[in-house]
């Protein structure tokens, strides 16, 4: 159970407001579970996934560019042979 900071009433943990007064409650963790090593590996995570998003980004961006420019100069090539 999460008591309320302001009234002091038991709300269930997975409340996120106070049922009787609706004050804000501190996210509740799963009991048990150490609250600054379960933020500490979400951040990592988090971090982790925003590396790969990023290098994806990267790659995708390199392949549109050779697409591109593939694609300029086959162009160009074709319009000076058609002239
Ligand atoms: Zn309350």
Redesign the pocket.
């Known amino acids: 159970m999460v008591s309320?900071p302001?009234?002091?009433?038991q709300n269930l943990p997975s409340a996120t407001a106070?049922s009787?007064?609706?004050?804000t409650l501190p996210a509740a963790m799963p009991i048990g579970a150490p609250v600054s090593d379960g933020a500490e590996e979400y951040a990592r995570q988090m971090a982790a996934r925003e590396a790969v998003r990023r290098r994806n980004r990267m790659l995708i961006g390199a392949v549109a560019l050779r697409h591109f420019l593939t694609g300029q100069s086959r162009r160009s090539a074709h319009r000076a042979e058609t002239r």
Not at 6 to 9: A, E, I, N, S, V
Request: some cysteine; hydrophobic content about 10%; aromatic content about 0%.
């Open positions: 309320c302001r009234c002091g009433r106070c009787q007064c609706g004050a």
